[in-house]
């Protein structure tokens, strides 16, 4: 059984610039979340993916996007970076089979920064 | 009100003692609760689901308060590899599940 693979690891980007965040979910795991989490915050939500597509948003403005592959695979982009974009970008996979929910499987992340 | 709040600490503890951190969350219909751990600069991982009836693992006992919309994570005989930071995460319903911003704890020698 694999693991949430995220790539790349770590990223630094300019202000204005736009980048792509890749994950690979769990063997099994058909939903995909990302979420971001600046220094000494707990991870926001940013969007679910699930059967290719968004099934549910946070606070989060639309240069945030994001994409699921039929193999359950998801990208994140981020357009016109802002520097308060910098952050750890966590990708989580579960399973979702009606209302039942256990629990996610967390990459190890992408860190942005943004100079 | 946040909708899931936690003590930021830091809780510093020595070796060997008992700690215990509580998580609020302001909705009722809250469906299933979680607590992660994570280390700095990693991600975080599940550490045990909270169950009604409370739950235990080892070292570690989780419980749930649906009157006073809270739960509780304790752990007993702490370890210094217990240092890190600890997610209370809840399950609102509708695929809303959201973390709190964590409780650091410091297990001192």
């Known amino acids: 059984e694999t693991g949430v693979t995220q790539s790349p690891t770590h990223l630094i980007k300019t202000r204005g610039q736009q980048v792509t965040l890749r994950c690979s979910s769990q063997s099994g795991h058909n939903t995909v979340s990302w979420y971001q989490q600046a220094l000494g915050q707990g991870p926001q939500f940013i969007f679910q993916y699930y059967r290719e597509e968004e099934n549910g948003r946070g606070n989060f403005p639309p240069r945030f996007s994001g994409l699921q592959f039929p193999n359950y695979s998801s990208e994140l982009n981020v357009n016109a970076l802002e520097l308060d974009d910098s952050a750890l970008y966590l990708c989580?996979?579960?399973?979702?089979?009606?209302?039942?929910?256990?629990?996610?499987?967390f990459g190890s992340g992408t860190r942005l920064t943004v100079v | 009100r946040k909708e899931v709040e936690q003590d930021p600490g830091p809780f510093n503890v020595p070796e060997g003692a008992t700690v215990a951190f509580n998580c609020t969350y302001s909705n009722s219909a809250s469906q299933s609760f979680f607590w992660y751990r994570q280390d700095c600069r990693k991600e975080p991982k599940l550490l045990m689901s909270v169950y009604s009836s409370g739950n235990e693992d080892g070292r570690f006992t989780a419980q749930l308060n649906r009157a006073s919309q809270y739960i509780s994570l304790l752990i007993r005989d702490s370890k210094l590899s217990d240092s890190a930071t600890y997610l209370c995460v809840v399950n609102g319903g509708s695929d809303k599940i959201i973390f709190g911003k964590g409780t650091r704890l410091h297990i001192l020698p």
């Open positions: 989580a996979s579960s399973f979702t089979a009606g209302a039942n929910w256990n629990g996610y499987t």
